[in-house]
Antibody, heavy 115, light 113 residues
Framework: QVQLVQSGAEVKNPGASVRLSCKTS????????IHWVRQAPGQSLEWMGW????????QYLQKFQGRVLITWDTSATTVYMELRSLKSEDTAVYYC????????WGQGTLVTVSS | DVVMTQSPDSLAVSLGERATINCKTS????????????ITWYQKKPGQPPKLLIH???TRESGVPDRFSGSGSGTDFTLTISSVQAEDVALYYC?????????FGQGTRVEIK
């Protein structure tokens, strides 16, 4: 079955970078787009960007332009999301989401940004 | 970006009673070529990822109890829980995936009265 397994929790200082991973299995990796969505404490869900199946091209929410990078390793069937210049407001649970025949979500990764 | 407005923000219902959550989009999310509304509904519990309940505005996902139903078209959508159970206490979100960026409603908290 389709699985998306995300990397473990991270604690970062303000100004640092974080790179999260999303290991996929159970389907043909390049057939489906992968999105990243986050949820800050007490907030709704926020789409951050996606990497497109086949091409590997990525698109980002305007507010994250220049600060986020989504990449993939097709041989490892893994998608990565790097967020730079972290601020306290980036404290959130980050999810990867597979789009295709519905939506499958990873379990989430808690990123805490604190000095 | 498409603005998603859910109402109410919270509601308390008695066990076995009906709960109705509304979601309004600032632009139509109906694709005329396939007559599909690009709306999903999620249930969110603490410490868990969102659980997909309804896809294409009204298609219940496999394994989702039939007390959950979705309706609506264009810009106005509804999630109904016909007979609320204790395990339905959660936050509920609507989402549009017609446009990029995806956008989500602010969430509706369902509690037991």
């Amino acid at each position: 079955q389709v699985q998306l397994v995300q990397s473990g929790a991270e604690v970062k200082n303000p100004g640092a970078s974080v790179r999260l991973s999303c290991k996929t299995s159970g389907y043909t990796f390049t057939n489906n787009h992968i999105h990243w969505v986050r949820q800050a404490p007490g907030q709704s869900l926020e789409w951050m960007g996606w990497i497109m199946a086949g091409s590997g091209d990525a698109q980002y929410l305007q507010k994250f332009q220049g600060r986020v990078l989504i990449t993939w390793d097709t041989s490892a069937t893994t998608v990565y999301m790097e967020l730079r210049s972290l601020k306290s407001e980036d404290t959130a649970v980050y999810y990867c989401v597979r789009e295709g025949g519905g939506f499958q979500w990873g379990q989430g990764t808690l990123v805490t940004v604190s000095s | 970006d498409v603005v998603m407005t859910q109402s109410p923000d919270s509601l308390a219902v008695s066990l076995g009673e009906r709960a109705t959550i509304n979601c309004k989009t600032s632009q139509s999310v109906l694709y005329s070529s396939n007559n599909n509304n690009y709306i999903t509904w999620y249930q969110k519990k603490p410490g868990q990822p969102p659980k997909l309940l309804i896809h294409w505005a009204s298609t219940r996902e496999s394994g989702v109890p039939d007390r959950f139903s979705g309706s609506g078209s264009g810009t106005d959508f509804t999630l109904t829980i016909s007979s609320v159970q204790a395990e339905d206490v959660a936050l509920y979100y609507c989402q549009q995936f017609y446009y990029t960026p995806w956008t989500f409603g602010q969430g509706t908290r369902v509690e037991i009265k």
